[in-house]
Each structure stands twice: as C-alpha cells, then as structure tokens.
C-alpha cells in the first residue's frame, strides 16, 4: 500500500477509532490518538520516500499526492511535534467531557495537515486545508467561550483565506490549464502582470489569514488562548505553519519565475505586514495579564519574523524562516504545553495572581525556560540560529529598506524579553502564595514531552546544522541553494558566528561560576522563603504578598500609548457594524407583506417587458 | 419487465384517489401505501435511467396514441430522469420521515398523504412533459398540493403564508397562461421540440414578450428575486416534512422549467446574461436576508433561495461545465437542504419560540439530530469533503474559464456569508447553555432513518463524487443537446 | 598544545585585565561623581576593597536555585562578550589576547549582551522582593529604549563597511579611517544609546538607590554579589572596548586603550553626575527621539555612502 495513503488512513482511523474508544472508556480516546499519531510518525519517518506519490482520479481531474525534500520538512515537523502534543494530550484531557469529540478532531487537524503536506496539486491540498479550518474551528469552540463567538470570528477570516486560494486556484487552472502546483510554478512567468498581481494577492491572503499576518490576524489572539492548551500547542506551533507551508512555496519558487518577483513590490509588501505585525504583536503580548494570552500574541509576533524571512527571499533569510518556522513549532509547542500544565495544575494562569511554582513544578520551569530563551532568541539555543540568519540575511541583502526592515525585526525581538521574563516571572517567580500550596509537578506523561522537546532545542542550538540539513535540501528542491555548516553560521560577507566556542565559552564559564558559587556555599546556606526579604525597614504582615505582578510593563506601556490606541479590532467591528446595518436595510425588502410582494412582481414584470428588448435581444 | 414514464404521474395520482378508499379499510394503509407507490416509482427511474445512459437514446412515451406534435409526450431523457430519480429518492425519504407524522390523528394525515402525493406527481410532470401546456397544467397541480400544505397546520401564519403564495402563485399561472396562449398563436403548436423548431419564425418583439412572461412566471416557481416573496414563509409555516418537499421538488420543477424554456425553447443570447445577473442578485440578497434571520426555519428558506440564485448563475454561464456544476448543485442542494430541514424541524419543535438563540445547547439534548444538522451545515457551504463542495468546486472552475472573476469574487464572499450564519447555528447548537433539558420531541426511528440515509450520501458523494457524476454528466450532455432533443422527440412522430 | 595553553593563558589574562581595568574604572567614577557633586568620595580603589571582602564572607541565606545561579549567568555572559571583542590589536604588549578573540559578530554581540541580564532577572525574580522585580521592569523596558538607536548605529556601520564582524570593521578602519569620522551620525546614535546602556544618569531609574533600594541587587549578598560586581566591571570594560573597536578602530596597546576607552566613558559618567533622573517612560521616549533618529540618518548616510 502506498505509505501516503497509510499515513492518512491511519490517522483518519485513528479519529474515528478515538472517538469510538470514548464510549468504552474516555482515557483510552486520547490513547488511541497518540497510538495512530504514533503509527503515522515511524511509518512517515521510516517508510516514505521521495518515490511515493499516487493520483486519485474524480471525474474531470485527478488528485495528486506526493513528497519532496519541501513538504517532507513540514510533514517531519507536522509528526514530529503531533506525536509529543498527543502524548501529552492523554493526560491534559483526562477527565474532562467530550473527549471523543475533542479526540476526533484533534486527528483530523493532524490527518489535514499532512495532507496539505503531501498534496502536490492545488484542488486536493485546499480539501484539506478546509478539512484542517473545520475540524480545528470545532475544537475551538470546545471550550464554549461566549458561544461560539470566537470561533465564529476564526471561521470568517479562515473563511476569507479559504475563498481566496479557491478563487487563486480557479483562476491559475483557468489560465494554465492544470491544478498541479508544479505547473504554477513553471507557468507562472507567462501569464501577464494582471493576472500574476491577481494570483498572488490571493494566495497571500490564503496563507495570510493562517500565518496571522496582520491585517488578517485578528482571530488569532483568541482562538490561540480560547482552545484547549493541548491542542493550541497544534494550533500555534503547527497549523500556522500550513500558512507558512504555503507562502514559501510561493514566495521562493512560485514568485522567482514570474515577472512579478523582480518588479513588483509584492515582496517588500509583505515582509513589512509581517514586520510589523511582529512589533505590534508583541507589544500587546507584553501588556497581557494571561499567560495564554501573552503566548497568543507571542505566535503571532513570531510568525512576522518568518514571513519577513520568506519575503526578503536570499538564500540565508530563506533559510532563516525555515528554521525559525521548526523551532517555533518546538519551542512555542512547548510553552503552550507548560501554560496547559500549569492550568491544570494551578487552576489559573493569570499571571497576576500565580507565582513562585518553581520549586512546586521544577520540570515544567526547565522546559519553560529552555523555550523561553529559545523564542527570546538568546544564545545558544536554537533560537538565536534563527534569528541571526534572519539579520544578516536583511542587513547583507543590499536592499535599502531592509535595513530600517532589520531594525523593526530587532524591535519587536527585544520588545520580546520583556514578555519573555513576564512570562517565567509571572508563573514561577515571584512570592509564594499560600493559596498555591497544593500544587503539585503535572504528571509524567505530560512533563515528559515538554522537557524532551526543551532539550531538542539545546541540541539544535550546538548543532544547527541538524536542522540546516533537511532545509538546505528542502531549499535545494525549491531551486535555491545555500551552503550550511554543522555548528558554523555563516552570511554572504564571509561573516561567520562558531558555536563551538560559543559553547565552549559558555559552558566552561558556567561551570566555573557555578561551582564557584556553589562550593561551600551551597551547603552552609539556608533555604528561606521568599517572604523573609529585605523590605527597607517596613515589616510586612504574614498574609501579604508583596510581589510586584500587577501592571509590570505600566512605564513601558506609557511609552508605546499612541501606538497601542488603535486596535485593528475596532476598524472591522466597525465594518461588521457598518455591513450589519446595510444587511438590515436590504433585509426589508422582504417586508412580509403579500401585497409588497405582488407590487414586486408587476414591477419585476414591468420593467422587464420594457426594457426586455435591450437586454434579450443581444 | 414493462415499465414506463407514465407510471410517474398515473401511480401517485391513482393513489392520491385511493387514499381516502383506503382509509376505511385500514387507517395504516393510508401510510404505507404512499411509501409503496414512491418505493416503487424510485425502482423504475433507476432503472430507466440506467437503461437511458446506456442505450444514449431517451425513451419518449405518448400517451393516448396521439403522435407528436398532438399527442401528449412524457420525455424521459438522460436530463429528465435525473431530476426524476433525484425527486423520487427524496420524496421516498420524506415518505419515511414522515411515516408517524401526525400519528395521533388520522385525519390530517390523510389529507397530507393525499397532497403529497400530489406533489409528487406534479413535480415529476413537469419534469418529464414534453408539453408545454401539459407543463402548465403541472404546475397547477403542484401548486395547488403546495398551497394547502403551506396552510396545513391551519393556524394564523400558516394561512397567511398560504394567502401570499397563493396571490403570487396565481400571477405565475396568469402569466404562463397568456404566455403559452401567446406562443401557440405564433407557433401553432404546444409541443415543446416543435416550438424550438420553429421560433426562430416568430418576430422577434414578439419572442421577447413571449420570453419575458415565461420568465416571469417560472421565475416565481423557480425563487427568482424579487419574485421569490413567498417562499420564507411558505417554507417556515409549512410542516417540517413539506419544506423538505419544497427544497427538493417544487423548486427544482420551477427550476428545470425555467431551463427548459431558456435552453431548450427559446433562442435567446441575452437570456444567459440575465440569468447570471438574477440569479447573482437572487444569491446576495437572500444570503443577506437569511444572515439576518432569527428564526432557524426562515433561515434555511433565504439559503435555499440563495442556493437557487447560484444554480441559475450557473446555468446562466452555460457552458457544458457550468450546467454539469448547476445539475450537480441541485443533486447536492435537494440531498443536504432536505436534511438541514429535516433536522431543522427537530430542532424547532424542541424550541418552542424557533428562534435560533434559544437552542442553545440542544445539541446535548439531541445528539444525533444536532449531528445531521451540523454535518449538513457544514455540507451546504461547500467545504470539503462534503459533496456541496464538488458542485461549487465544478460551477467555479466553469465561471473562472469563462473569465468571470467577478462572478467569482461575489460567490465566494456571499459563501462566507452562508458560513457565517451556518456556523452561528452550529456554535450555539453544541456550545451554549441549555436553558431547560426538557426534550419535547425525540426523532422518530424513520426520521433518523431518512436523515442518515442523506448523511451517508453526503459523506460518500463527499469522498467519490464518481457515483453521480456519470449521470450527471450525461443530463448535461443530454440539456445542452437541443438538435438531439428536437429530433429525438420529433422522430416519433414518424414512426 | 602549546597553542592551546597560549589560548588559555591569554583567556585569563584578557578576563584578569578586563576586571582590572574595569574595577579601577569603577572607582574613578565613583570619585569623579563624588567630585562634581562636591563630595570627596571614596579612594579609586575602592572597588578592590569592597569586591574583595565580599569574596571573603559567606552567604547565610539563599531563597532557591535561580537565584543561586543567577550570578553564574551574569559572569558566563560578560566574559564571553568579552571573548568575542578583540581587546588589542596589532603587535602588542601582550600579542596573545588576539588570539582569543574569534572574529566577533556584531549581531552575536548585541544579543550576548542580554543573555547575562535575562539571567540575572530570573535570579533577582525568584528572591521575591517587590523592589528587585521593579527594577527589573525598568531595566528591561528601558533596554527596549536604547538598543533601538544603538542597533541602528550597528545597522549602518555594517552596511557602510560591508561586514557583520568587530575585526571586518576594524580591518576597514585601517583602510579608511576612523568610523567615528566617517560615519559620523551612527557615532552620534551610538553614543547617546551608551548614556543609557551604562544606567548613569539620567537614565539610572532601574537601580536607582533612593527609591528601590538600588533594585535588583538587593537580595544578594556575599559571594553572589562579588561575582555580580565582578561581572560589572568586566561587562562595562567589554562595552567600552566594543565602542573603542568599532568607531576609534581599536588600540594597538594598552596605554591607547585606557586613554580611549576613558574618555568614551567620561561621556556617559559626566553626562550622568549632572544630570537628574528621568521616569523610565520619559526614558524610552528620550531613546526613541533624536537617537533614533540620528540612526536612521546614519542608516540613510551609509546606503548613499
């Protein structure tokens, strides 16, 4: 059997048979989901090959599947990333209603998205790029937040995204006569400037609207923070990924062959959007008081560093985004998961009332905080690989405006250690409050995940190249090539960063602190709570907390005020009011009345027979 | 085995006379026998059709003797039968869904099994007459069965509903009397092949008069705005099992007529033209209008209108692709609208207000029922793997060959529309707070039965559309031949 | 081998020196402020004193694990920033301290430059007390304020010289002149974002004593605030010499290198004795005003140079 095929009947089973399994007994929904995401997993990694692909006739046109060195990087990290958050997933659920509901649609996402994966025409991946909206916009409104409301906002714009690829694929058979986006790809330079403009403002809305860019990316705050943490882990580090899936393929190769990728300023357009939906992003990540909302915005600021990537389209910024894009599934996957731990756990993740879990959940601190300085892009982890590849890659383009382009990068990047630290100090740091006595490490079957994926990123971070060489390969197969090193960064200057002695460094360096500050002293030292602090003479009561949480960023906000006023929210709530209103109006036409609706027919009828000679008689 | 066109209008309407004979020998009879006749009417369009789109020839029965262009022809073309096939299948499961309907008392069910019945055989005649009058006195029959079910529940609204479809409907017949009257003084004939044969002879003032008023009456039958005023409330105040009936027989009827007299009859360029703008306006209005409903069954009456905009669109573009999207929409729009209404009317009954927002977490209470209308929302506005995405997926790829990206454009964003109201629906259905757990009304077993059935085909259609597309492609192929068409039914006339 | 231990001698060497020097420095502030406030002060080795009794006590108390690592980040991060900017160039005195010095990426240094203080903050996070963690919010949002201007200043440097690292720029400068002359409105940016970077006034809101209780080393004592102190002097040498390298193309030998790194610091230390505190918000404005600006100038000027 061909081992596409198998890896999305397995999962497509694994859907049915979890939401079967909840009516035995609910652990084993979630069982069953991590059993065939698995099986899908070894089979992808072991079986398919780049010789695998199949076509589905339907009358008229025939879906095509297969894998290449591109979408075989997206399906790893799609499996890869699936298989921990299923894992994990098992226990986050338990005990918790509707789990073959929640199960169900949970591998359906997944099966959706490697079919994306392994589409390689245009009619079967927008199957299931829809299968991938519904099934993920029926476990957003899992929670039931505000009926639906949310989830009604992610349906309209993925809906917007959806039509538009429709319409874009349409229109490209229309004109080149072929879905297959190979096709696009070759076709591409010889349709005329119009039409490519069409083609491409189009896709870029498809994939927008999933990548978050701004000005799409209202859904994505909410919906983000709204879903079951278990499955925002999906949600943020994969299936925005789909959206950046897709803007690669027509940022490096479909763009490069037509006209419109040298003259026009569609590139530029758009690393912009995502520059400065980054800074925005994270500026609103860094106000939030809710840890899951401040990791919503988080997603959306780092997307922005990807897409800018992708739309600068050298070799390096390529390469950058491809890489920021697998490390963000890790590291973002990972925070979401230790939100989720510490929701179940602590019963809140407000970040102005929970603090000091370090000592009560130090597994889940560890993976938080190798995540952390992984998306604050500090080195040496992965994170920084990324985002050094991402500025050499502006400032070495040689393009004027990439240079200011750099410094929003660098805004929003720095913007985002102060969300960063907000983010580990709100939840772990801080005083100990008694009414968090109780809490306890979340189980092993979810901190297992987490700290495995946190030391995938130290792994990556020593050796990049790990990770360089699926994307260069990738990158190959998209026309593009590019030179990668084991553990060198390097830029087309001839600039080179060694991570080895930067881990050298590093590591010998901590060492000799550490133990410096350990020897002895470590032993003659107490412990002591973080209540018994030096206070400048006021002597607290027993009950206080004196930790400084609510409004940390108040100075900062001040400063950034004027741009914070305007919300994108408020122009399309303004719209859907303006568009509600104008429905209301047309809506009267039918008034209900019999004889308005005879009056109409006469008209109708009228009309016609008047000007019926003009019309007809073409 | 001897089966042929006839026994779709001479079976219904013989048992629409038996019935009340029936009922003083057996008060379940009066259910079962419906079922058997709409049963067995199902058993010979599948295998007329089969024997149709294997033989490539259409089988023309004339009734009384009398050749064409005097006799009175039944055309059972690949193009026909499909619609016949489509209409007896649904009428089958609306018999099911509503076998225990009004099981109390007796009376009324009589009388609905009666109507029905009626409905049935008007609807089938209109599609399978190859005569125009004979169309007409179809349509008659099927209006009259439509009016009375409108009012079937006897109440206020009902009759209102009822009065306002009367007062329209009676302009349709008005005006495609004197149309007809109009044409058979210019042609000298009624038969339909032979009109088409010979109207490039009528002046041309005169055609486009004659035209205008077909339209126009069709139109109304065919839920063409603005001449589409009675169809939210004929749809929201007529028992549950009679909207089903609506979606899926009534309107295709005026629909098909609508197509025959454009493509077939007339020779008229502009009258594609027309169709797209109406049909568009029809779409954006009513998806707008049924955005604004509170009321779950009103609703799903704007959508269907909007759904009938967007098959006129198509057949308007007219290209084999578009009208093999448009016969593939209805195919779909009978199928998941039936359901939608179907369930819909489950959960109407268990909200005693029908307003949407008090449904509110009904989808705990009813479990199933919720399931049919979820899956059938999510079928209707076209996502995949549904089968309303294959229709959409046809009927756009022929509207982008012909270039007509605007068209485009304004299908798709009154698409999001119709998410945005479906979706609205679903939330509230699963995830709102239940305000009482009274259930009123639990589905009966041939109502799960029916509305399965209907899920099954739109998941299955959904993932191999190739189990219809074969006849749909031929009834295409069938509609846009009008020289076969002409020939086939005139050939008789000589044997 | 012989390399290696080379490598290793002059690691010790270049860290020695740069605590050294960055101590004494300390010192002298510490009088030249006392002096421009009419105050005697204390001696310039004072610094010495102080880092030296703390290595000599013990700690009594710890409040958990970040904090008790938390100085071991700082002193790990400051001596690698250290390593990565070449301290002498040329033959000099001690030709060796060359050699530690990989080649020194700009964009790598910026962001090593924060890993010490991110680690300090969790540490200073976990003790609890309401002043660090203030001053830890100031801190941070005010390194939003003036890594901006002085990315900027990088930004246009190393499109002018066509090279992301310290020895590309320096190898330039050899060729071309001082880059404090030739790309005069990035050393202009550079300059007014290190009053900020050095946390003098005005810009000392983050630690200010009198109203924090100097903020975030306020829970730390004994060893842990040696070895915070330590780390300071040599992350502030680091700093200075970073500047030196990029606008003065370095210094040859140590004489030139105290002389020019002095009167870099002077700047921001004169600028800071006379100057009253400015709220963290009026702060940020202040970095993302002329700064910028200039930056951006400077950005404009190295496209066209």
């Keep these: 059997m061909n081992s596409l095929l198998l890896v999305i009947l397995i999962l497509l089973a694994g859907a049915v048979l979890s939401f079967l399994a909840n009516r035995i007994m609910p652990i084993l929904s979630g069982v069953m989901s991590f059993l065939s995401i698995g099986a899908a997993a070894v089979i992808f990694f072991v079986q398919v090959s780049a010789a695998d692909s199949m076509a589905i006739p339907i009358s008229g046109f025939s879906l095509h599947w297969g894998i290449n060195a591109y979408s075989w990087l997206f399906g790893a990290m799609v499996l890869g990333l699936s298989v921990f958050v299923a894992l994990y997933a098992i226990a986050f659920m338990k005990g918790k209603d509707r789990l073959g509901y929640f199960f169900f649609n949970f591998n359906l996402t997944i099966m959706a998205m490697m079919g994306i994966v392994f589409s390689t025409d245009w009619v079967s991946l927008f199957i299931f790029w829809e299968i991938m909206t519904w099934s993920s916009f029926l476990i957003i409104i899992y929670a039931g937040i505000s009926e639906g409301r949310v989830g009604t906002k992610y349906m309209i714009f993925s809906a917007i995204g959806g039509y538009a690829m429709f319409m874009a694929i349409l229109v490209s058979n229309s004109l080149l006569g072929s879905f297959q986006i190979a096709d696009l790809v070759s076709g591409f330079g010889t349709l005329s400037l119009g039409n490519q403009a069409l083609i491409g403002i189009l896709f870029m809305v498809a994939f927008g609207v999933k990548s978050a860019v701004m000005p799409l990316h209202v859904w994505a705050p909410r919906a983000y923070a709204d879903s079951p943490m278990a499955f925002t882990a999906i949600f943020s580090g994969l299936l925005s990924k789909m959206g950046i899936f897709g803007m690669g393929i027509l940022m490096i190769s479909v763009f490069a062959q037509g006209t419109i990728g040298q003259t026009f300023i569609f590139s530029n357009i758009l690393a912009w959007l995502g520059a400065v939906t980054s800074v925005i992003a994270t500026f609103y990540a860094l106000i939030q008081k809710d840890a899951k909302r401040l990791l919503a915005y988080s997603s959306i600021a780092q997307l922005g560093y990807i897409i800018v990537g992708l739309a600068i389209g050298t070799p390096l910024s390529i390469m950058a985004a491809l890489f920021l894009a697998v490390v963000h599934a890790i590291f973002k996957g990972t925070l979401f998961m230790v939100v989720g731990a510490v929701e179940r756990q602590a019963g809140t993740t407000n970040m102005e009332e929970l603090g000091a879990l370090i000592r009560k959940m130090p597994w889940t601190f560890m993976a938080a905080l190798f995540s952390i300085i992984a998306l604050a892009g500090v080195p040496p982890l992965g994170g920084f690989v990324g985002k050094w590849m991402l500025y050499e890659s502006l400032i070495t383009s040689g393009f004027g405006a990439n240079y200011f382009l750099v410094i929003m990068v660098f805004l929003s990047s720095t913007a985002a250690f102060l969300y960063s630290y907000r983010f580990l100090f709100g939840l772990f740091l801080g005083q100990e409050e008694p009414e968090f006595d109780h809490v306890k490490e979340a189980p092993a079957i979810m901190v297992v995940p987490m700290v495995v994926l946190a030391l995938l990123l130290l792994v990556i971070g020593a050796f990049p190249g790990l990770l360089f060489e699926p994307i260069a390969n990738a990158m190959a197969y998209m026309g593009v090539d590019v030179n990668w090193n084991m553990t060198v960064l390097s830029n087309v200057w001839g600039d080179e960063v060694h991570m080895e002695p930067l881990w050298t460094s590093i590591l010998v360096m901590f060492v000799i602190g550490a133990t410096f500050l350990t020897f002895k002293t470590r032993r003659n030292t107490r412990y002591v709570t973080t209540k018994d602090i030096h206070t400048s003479g006021e002597i607290p009561e027993a009950h206080e907390n004196m930790t400084f949480s609510v409004n940390f960023y108040q100075p900062f906000e001040r400063a950034i005020e004027p741009v914070m006023k305007r919300k994108m929210d408020t122009y399309y709530n303004r719209i859907g009011e303006g568009l509600e209103s104008l429905f209301g109006f047309a809506r009267k036409i039918y008034t209900g009345n019999g004889q308005t609706y005879a009056i109409y027919v006469i008209i109708f009828l009228s009309i016609l027979i008047l000007i019926g000679e003009t019309i007809f008689n073409k | 085995m001897v089966v042929s066109p006839v026994h779709f209008i001479a079976v219904p309407l013989l048992a629409a006379f038996l019935i009340p004979l029936l009922a003083k020998v057996s008060k379940e009879l009066v259910r079962i026998v419906p079922g058997l006749v709409i049963g067995y009417l199902s058993v010979v369009s599948v295998i007329l059709m089969t024997q149709v789109v294997n033989t490539g020839q259409p089988i023309i029965e004339v009734i009384g003797g009398w050749s064409p262009p005097f006799g009175i022809n039944l055309v059972f073309s690949a193009f026909t039968g499909f619609l016949v096939s489509l209409m007896t299948f649904m009428a089958f499961l609306i018999w099911i869904y509503s076998y225990r309907f009004k099981k109390i008392d007796d009376a009324p069910a009589q009388k609905y099994f009666i109507l029905f019945m009626m409905l049935v055989t008007g609807s089938t005649g209109i599609v399978l007459t190859g005569d125009i009058f004979?169309?007409?006195?179809?349509?008659?029959?099927?209006?009259?069965?439509?009016?009375?079910?409108?009012?079937?529940?006897?109440?206020?609204?009902?009759?209102?509903?009822?009065?306002?479809?009367?007062?329209i409907g009676s302009f349709a017949s008005a005006l495609m009397l004197l149309a007809i009257v109009l044409l058979y003084s210019q042609v000298g004939t009624l038969n339909m092949a032979e009109i088409a044969q010979r109207i490039h002879t009528v002046p041309q003032g005169m055609k486009i008069t004659i035209f205008t008023l077909f339209v126009v009456g069709l139109g109304i039958e065919a839920e063409m705005f603005p001449l589409n005023g009675w169809?939210?409330?004929?749809?929201?105040?007529?028992?549950?099992?009679?909207?089903?009936?609506?979606?899926?027989?009534?309107?295709?009827?005026?629909?098909?007529?609508?197509?025959?007299?454009?493509?077939?009859?007339?020779?008229?360029?502009?009258?594609?033209?027309?169709?797209?703008?109406?049909?568009?306006?029809?779409?954006?209005?009513?998806?707008?209008?049924?955005?604004?409903?509170?009321?779950?069954?009103?609703?799903?009456?704007?959508?269907?209108?909007?759904?009938?905009?967007?098959?006129?669109?198509?057949?308007?573009?007219?290209?084999?692709?578009?009208?093999?999207?448009?016969?593939?929409?209805?195919?779909?729009?009978?199928?998941?609208?039936?359901?939608?209404?179907?369930?819909?009317?489950?959960?109407?009954?268990?909200?005693?207000?029908?307003?949407?927002?008090?449904?509110?977490?009904?989808?705990?209470?009813?479990?199933?029922?919720?399931?049919?209308?979820?899956?059938?929302?999510?079928?209707?506005?076209?996502?995949p793997p549904f089968s309303g995405f294959w229709s959409k997926l046809y009927i756009l790829m022929a509207a982008a060959d012909a270039s007509f990206y605007y068209l485009m454009g304004t299908i798709l964003i009154v698409s999001i529309i119709e998410i945005v109201y479906y979706f609205r629906v679903m939330g509230r259905l699963y995830f709102g707070k239940p305000q009482n757990d009274v259930v009123l009304q639990k589905p009966t077993l041939g109502g799960i039965f029916a509305m399965g059935v209907l899920a099954t085909v739109i998941i299955v259609i959904g993932i191999h559309p190739d189990f219809v597309t074969g006849f749909i492609q031929s009834a295409a192929d069938t509609l846009l031949d009008k020289a076969g068409y002409i020939n086939n039914v005139l050939q008789l006339t000589n044997l | 081998m012989d390399e290696f231990w080379m490598k290793i001698i002059g690691f010790v060497a270049t860290v020695l020196l740069a605590f050294v020097v960055g101590a004494v420095y300390g010192g002298l502030v510490r009088k030249i402020i006392a002096r421009t406030q009419n105050r005697i002060g204390p001696p310039w080795y004072q610094n010495f004193i102080d880092i030296l009794k703390l290595y000599s006590k013990s700690s009594a108390i710890n409040h958990g694990f970040m904090q008790h690592i938390a100085p071991a980040m700082a002193i790990t991060a400051s001596v690698t920033v250290l390593m990565f900017v070449p301290v002498l160039t040329g033959d000099g005195w001690f030709p060796w301290f060359e050699n530690l010095n990989f080649k020194g990426d700009l964009i790598f240094l910026v962001y090593m430059m924060v890993f010490g203080s991110l680690g300090m903050a969790l540490g200073i996070g976990q003790t609890g007390n309401p002043n660090a963690a203030i001053g830890v919010s100031r801190g941070l949002s005010m390194m939003v304020g003036y890594e901006i201007p002085f990315v900027m200043a990088l930004v246009a440097l190393m499109v002018q010289t066509e090279t992301t690292s310290i020895t590309g720029l320096m190898e330039y400068q050899d060729q071309h002149g001082w880059l404090m002359f030739s790309s005069p409105f990035a050393f202009i940016a550079a300059v007014m974002a290190m009053l900020g970077m050095f946390h003098y006034g005005p810009f000392d809101v983050a630690f200010a004593p009198s109203e924090l209780a100097s903020g975030p080393p306020s829970e730390f004592g004994g060893k842990y605030l040696a070895l915070m102190m330590t780390s300071g002097s040599i992350f502030a040498f680091a700093k200075l010499v970073l500047f030196v390298d990029i606008f003065m193309n370095g210094a040859s030998n140590l004489i030139i290198l105290v002389i020019k790194t002095l009167v870099l610091y002077m700047i921001p230390v004169l600028y800071g004795a006379v100057s009253p505190r400015y709220r963290t918000e009026q702060a940020i404005r202040y970095f993302w005003g002329w700064p910028t600006f200039f930056g951006a100038l400077a950005i404009i000027f190295a496209i066209y140079y």
């Excluded at chain 2, 360029?269 to 779950?296: C, D, P, R, W």
């Excluded at chain 2, 573009?317 to 929409?329: K, P, Q, R, S």
Aim: no cysteine; glycine share 10%; net charge positive.
């Design chain 2, 231 to 383: 169809a939210p409330d004929a749809y929201s105040q007529s028992p549950g099992p009679v909207g089903v009936a609506f979606a899926a027989l009534v309107v295709k009827a005026g629909v098909y007529s609508l197509v025959r007299v454009v493509f077939t009859m007339f020779d008229i360029h502009g009258a594609y033209e027309f169709l797209i703008i109406m049909g568009a306006i029809t779409m954006v209005i009513a998806e707008i209008s049924a955005l604004k409903q509170t009321n779950l069954k009103r609703m799903l009456a704007y959508s269907s209108i909007g759904q009938m905009g967007f098959v006129l669109i198509a057949f308007g573009i007219g290209t084999n692709a578009a009208v093999f999207g448009a016969l593939f929409l209805m195919f779909n729009h009978a199928v998941i609208k039936g359901l939608l209404f179907m369930s819909g009317s489950y959960l109407v009954y268990n909200t005693p207000s029908k307003e949407i927002k008090d449904m509110a977490g009904i989808g705990k209470k009813l479990p199933m029922v919720s399931f049919f209308f979820a899956l059938g929302a999510l079928a209707i506005v076209g996502l």
């Design chain 2, 134 to 167: 004979n169309l007409f006195v179809f349509m008659e029959i099927t209006a009259i069965a439509a009016y009375s079910l409108t009012a079937f529940y006897r109440d206020r609204d009902g009759a209102e509903a009822a009065f306002k479809y009367l007062l």
